[in-house]
């Protein structure tokens, strides 16, 4: 049975660091492309970071030198560290697995394997 589950979420002053993690079972792990996505309420899901089965890691703009993504093949885990956490950056965030890994990683219909969630609030 497969299963991707994030922990980590939790409130946070602007400014501020959040790590989240997530943990995954079930499939050929190290066979897979990462990514974390977040979905605002009334949004669109939305890719925040990308991660190759070899390591090498893509960002959305938004994010991009404040959010580390990295795996660990051995533990089959998958983090997320956030830091300059800002109001905007508040959703729901989610981690993906893909078996295709291309270049074009922001699509959600790219992903074949979803967690179920974990709150981040950045309050002001």
């Known amino acids: 049975q497969v299963q991707l589950v994030e922990t980590g979420g939790g409130s946070v002053q602007a400014g501020g660091s959040l790590t989240l993690s997530c943990a995954a079972s079930g499939f050929t792990y190290s066979a897979y492309c990462m990514a974390w996505f977040r979905q605002a309420p009334g949004e669109e899901r939305e890719g925040v970071a990308y991660i190759l089965n070899d390591g090498s890691p893509s960002y959305a703009d938004s994010v991009k030198g404040r959010f580390t993504i990295a795996r660990d093949n051995a533990k089959n885990m998958l983090s997320l560290q956030m830091n300059a956490l800002k109001p905007e950056d508040t959703a729901i965030y989610y981690c993906?697995?893909?078996?295709?890994?291309?270049?074009?990683?922001?699509?959600?219909?790219?992903?074949?394997?979803w967690g179920q969630g974990t709150q981040v609030l950045v309050s002001s």
């Open positions: 993906a697995a893909s078996h295709w890994c291309g270049s074009d990683w922001r699509p959600a219909r790219n992903y074949v394997y």
